[in-house]
């Protein structure tokens, strides 16, 4: 079966950085998508990687390697705005999105 | 603003009542989207549609339906609701099916069915 896998649950102290993992399992790979959700809205893009490497935006950078099926988001500098659910999804061999059940982020101040 | 409507913002249903959830584009994206979202699971495809006159069933179909009539709209019906079906509704639209864009939400439709 398909599978993502993400920490359920971080905290990290303001202004400091924190790295959200993702490990995924699927048939075929088109791409790996990062999401930002903040409680009681809707899901906003952050990031997208399709080849092996570090994508920067700003203070979020996203990594891939396909090799071992992994990625991560970095957040850097963090505010406390940064309070938020992150959602890593995949997309398979059948452009189908795959999602993880999210990573929920605690910023301490 | 340019984005995707969800209608209604949340609704409280009696089970066994039908029900249809509303989502409408004006972004002229081609394929639009339903998921399901439940506490401590990812967001799950109920149905998709890759263009209009097209949809498809997605991992949890069971129980809805969607139609696509034209570019803009997407509705979802629950044709006899039951308490599993409780759940936060997102409509999602990309320009299309494949590619890197990304998709894009609405807002959301909060179901509780007693």
């Known amino acids: 079966g398909q599978n993502i896998d993400q920490p359920t649950e971080m905290t990290a102290t303001e202004g400091a950085i924190v790295q959200i993992n993702c490990t995924y399992q699927?048939?075929?790979?088109?791409?790996l998508f990062w999401y930002q959700q903040h409680a009681g809205e809707a899901p906003t893009f952050l990031s997208y990687n399709v080849l092996d490497g570090l994508e920067e935006k700003g203070r979020f950078s996203s990594f891939l390697s396909r090799s071992k099926g992994y990625s991560y988001l970095l957040l850097k500098e963090l505010q406390m705005k940064d309070s938020a659910s992150y959602l890593c999804a995949v997309r398979d061999g059948n452009y189908q999105l795959i999602w993880g059940a999210g990573t929920k982020l605690i910023i301490k101040p | 603003i340019a984005g995707i409507t969800q209608a209604p913002t949340s609704q409280i249903l009696a089970a066994g009542r039908r029900m249809t959830l509303r989502c409408t584009q004006d972004?002229?994206?081609?394929?639009m989207y339903w998921y399901r979202q439940d506490l401590g699971l990812g967001l799950r495809l109920i149905h998709y549609s890759n263009t209009a006159g097209t949809t498809g069933k997605g991992e949890v179909p069971d129980g809805y339906s969607v139609s696509r009539a034209n570019t803009d709209d997407f509705p979802l019906t629950l044709a006899s609701a039951v308490p599993s079906q409780t759940s936060v509704y997102f409509c999602?639209?990309?320009?299309?099916?494949?590619?890197?864009?990304?998709?894009?939400f609405g807002d959301g439709t909060r179901l509780s069915i007693l």
């Open positions: 999602a639209s990309s320009p299309q099916g494949e590619g890197n864009q990304p998709q894009h």
């Open positions: 699927t048939s075929g790979f088109n791409g």
């Open positions: 972004m002229r994206h081609n394929a």
